[in-house]
């Protein structure tokens, strides 16, 4: 059958990716913390949850009947399709913290048309936090009493910045320590909030820089959304644009450039 929306018109796709979190939230929160909660590993060693699955397939099954023509990638049963339009979903973002009761883990919710993310929403149901956005709609985030539009900070010096690296780890294992150390040398604050919050904290213009490494489409395409949206701008580490390069860097926009050239030097002999 042939797609006849309009790409300009992203509202229902957003309303839909919407929907899609509340079905993610309802299998999600009521396993978190909980005692009987089913812990294994993959074959890369890392955790997973029977909620990471089980939130999966209530997104799956809900596009299916809403979006039966379009693809799907998630991180638990991969890639499905080969519409234009697919659906990326991190079930569970930040399943360490979820396994431990650390509330700070989320859905990410992202439709790429031709591999570029236009509409993200990311739930953290345990903080009672949702953000959201589509090309042309803003970035948006709940509060109290109205949605909030989300606008990143307008900080133009890396010696007034507020970073968030990840961790250590990450910066190890991918052979840029020197990097880590150059600009931790050069910003007012750096700290390791971690997984898809640091992302939501940049968008609302809280901090100015998250990088990490090892990141598959499902961990950061949400978040492209979203802080683009909100007037950022998020490429791999080396400033490509892409989804595909195991890293990301993502800034304010302003200072986009300016880390970006003081990782090249900190690479220099």
Same mark, same amino acid.
């Not at 973002?93 to 883990?105: E, H, I, Q, S």
């Given at each position: ?17 919407? +929907? ?24 890369? +060693? %890392?955790?997973? #949850? ?11 099954? $809900? ?15 991969? *890639? ?31 439709? *790429? ?27 948006? #985030? ?8 989300? %606008?990143?900070?307008?900080?133009? @010096? ?5 970073? @968030? ?11 840029? =320590? ?12 750096? +700290? ?9 904290? =940049? ?19 949400? *978040? ?5 949206? *909100?007037?950022? +701008? ?5 400033? #490509?644009?892409? $989804? @595909?390069? $195991? @890293?990301?860097?993502? #800034? ?8 970006? %050239? ?8």
């Amino acid at each position: 059958m042939t797609d006849t929306r309009d790409d300009a018109d992203l509202t229902a796709d957003l309303a839909l990716a919407l +929907r899609l979190a509340d079905a993610a939230d309802a299998q999600s929160l009521p396993r978190f913390d909980a005692a009987d909660l089913q812990i294994s590993r993959k074959a890369d +060693r %890392s955790h997973v #949850t029977d909620a990471d699955f089980a939130t999966e397939r209530a997104v799956r099954e $809900l596009l299916a009947a809403e979006r039966p023509g379009d693809g799907i990638f998630g991180e638990e049963y991969g *890639a499905q399709g080969d519409s234009r339009r697919q659906w990326i979903i991190d079930p569970i973002d930040g399943t360490a913290n979820f396994l431990r009761g650390v509330p700070l883990w989320g859905t990410m919710i992202a439709l *790429a048309f031709d591999g570029v993310p236009r509409v993200g929403v990311v739930s953290m149901p345990a903080l009672s936090r949702r953000w959201w956005a589509a090309d042309g709609l803003g970035a948006w #985030t709940n509060t109290a009493d109205a949605p909030r539009r989300l %606008s990143v900070s307008d900080v133009d @010096s890396l010696g007034d910045a507020s970073i @968030s690296f990840q961790s250590i780890a990450q910066w190890a294992d991918a052979g840029r =320590l020197p990097e880590l150390h150059a600009v931790a040398d050069r910003v007012w604050r750096d +700290r390791a909030y971690g997984d898809v919050y640091s992302y939501m904290l =940049l968008a609302e213009g809280r901090i100015d820089m998250v990088a990490e490494f090892d990141v598959k489409e499902y961990d950061i395409a949400a *978040a492209v959304a979203i802080v683009r949206e *909100a007037g950022g +701008r998020m490429t791999a580490f080396d400033g #490509t644009e892409t $989804l @595909s390069a $195991l @890293s990301t860097l993502a #800034t304010n926009g302003i200072l986009h450039d300016r880390f970006l %050239s003081l990782f090249r030097d900190a690479r220099l002999p």
